[in-house]
Nanobody
Framework: QVELVESGGGLVQAGGSLTLSCGAS????????MAWFRQAPGKEREIVSA????????FYSTVVRGRFTISRDNAKNTMYLQMNSLKPEDTARYYC??????????????????WGQGTQVTVSS
């Protein structure tokens, strides 16, 4: 069983930075593909970034590539999302997700079987 808890969200001015963390319980963290999704009010949930089990493979959506960095520390059962050069359009609730027993990178939201409660990121202009 894997449970996910996000932290690190908040209010930041445009151009600022935030680092989100996703802490996981359970012994299958290192064998789980993981990802960050976000959902803004009135919009569909979208993939932000994804990482494979050992942290060697990454995916970034086009709108965050070059500004966000995903990483994971399997020894600490934690995944991170470093967000730089934040824009008002990055405002959303950010969720981390895990697909247990799949180490290969995954970006399809329906494929993830464990989700956190989310953390709010608000970027003011």
């Amino acid at each position: 069983q894997v449970e996910l808890v996000e932290s690190g969200g908040g209010l930041v001015q445009a151009g600022g930075s935030l680092t989100l963390s996703c802490g996981a319980s359970g012994r299958t963290f290192s064998s789980s593909a993981m990802a960050w999704f976000r959902q803004a009010p009135g919009k569909e949930r979208e993939i932000v970034s994804a990482i494979n089990g050992d942290g060697s493979s990454y995916f970034y959506s086009t709108v965050v590539r070059g500004r966000f960095t995903i990483s994971r520390d399997n020894a600490k059962n934690t995944m991170y999302l470093q967000m730089n050069s934040l824009k008002p359009e990055d405002t959303a609730r950010y969720y981390c997700a895990a697909r247990r027993s799949q180490e290969q990178i995954e970006i399809r939201s329906w494929a993830f079987d464990v989700w956190g409660q989310g953390t709010q990121v608000t970027v003011s202009s």
